[in-house]
């Protein structure tokens, strides 16, 4: 790709997506939704990533040779 | 004043809950003109607000507070980002902004801009963070890499692959950059 091209590019993309504003700012106070965040209970993690898990593990002791291209794969 | 700002960053990193406050309403507008930058979508932008300082709040303690709040929650605010980016669907509605940008160029036609919104979104969520904040929003490589928390001439890169990727996409369109 030569200069031409990527200056061209550049623009293109500047006119599909012009910048925003530099004064932007949300339309309401977020501090009660921050709080309401911060009171929420973490959720467990779901059953399935547990039984994930749990299948890995024992695919990682009974077949060794598994763990390289497990962490190839990763 | 500057001590009490580096004792409101103490404070907020021993897990004090109104230095966190303070914090919060200092930096919630730049943080969310920064979110906004990225996702270009005002009530994602509020969402992924309050998801930044969820996480800046629950990683207080390791903050370091000799390195400054800005330059952290900007971190912060670009992998929530990215999160969000990474979970979207290229074909999910555009923004409101790019249905009707302000055209300064007549020779691009509004089907152009718009496949290449939709070009844009098929990129890959990094490299188009990279692309958005140095060639849409024209910051410096050092701020965009530093948000990014990769090294100037890696940010530099994913722009450029964001770049040759978006030509090639073009071109499968028939578009002639």
């Known amino acids: 790709m030569n200069a031409h091209d990527e200056d061209r590019i550049k623009q293109l993309l500047q006119q599909a997506l012009p910048p925003i504003e530099d004064d932007a700012e949300p339309e309401r106070d977020l501090w009660p939704a921050m709080l309401q965040r911060l009171d929420a209970k973490p959720t467990p993690p779901p059953w399935f990533d547990w039984a994930l898990l749990a299948g890995l593990v024992g695919l990682a002791a009974f077949f060794p040779a598994s763990i390289p291209v497990f962490l190839y794969y990763l | ?177």
Not at chain 2, 49 to 65: G, K, Q, S
Not at chain 2, 119 to 131: E, M, V, W
């Open chain 2, 1 to 177: 004043m500057q001590n009490e700002a580096s004792s409101v960053l103490n404070e907020f990193q021993q897990g004090d809950l109104n230095a966190f406050e303070t914090l919060f309403r200092m930096h919630q507008r730049a943080v969310y003109g920064w979110i906004l930058r990225i996702v270009r979508n005002p009530a994602t932008a509020e969402d992924l607000t309050v998801e930044t300082f969820w996480r800046i709040h629950r990683a207080h303690a390791r903050f370091d507070p000799l390195h400054g709040f800005e330059g952290w929650s900007r971190r912060v605010a670009t992998h929530a980002a990215l999160d969000w980016l990474r979970t979207k669907r290229p074909e999910d509605e555009l923004p409101a902004d790019i249905a009707a940008p302000p055209c300064a160029d007549p020779a691009i036609s509004a089907e152009i801009r718009c496949k290449t919104a939709l070009a844009f979104q098929r990129l890959p969520p990094k490299l188009r963070i990279a692309a958005i904040l140095s060639v849409v929003e024209e910051l410096p490589g050092k701020e965009v890499a530093e948000a990014l928390g990769i090294s100037v001439a890696a940010a530099k890169l994913r722009v450029f692959r964001a770049l040759r990727l978006l030509r090639k996409d073009l071109q499968q369109q028939g578009i002639t950059p």
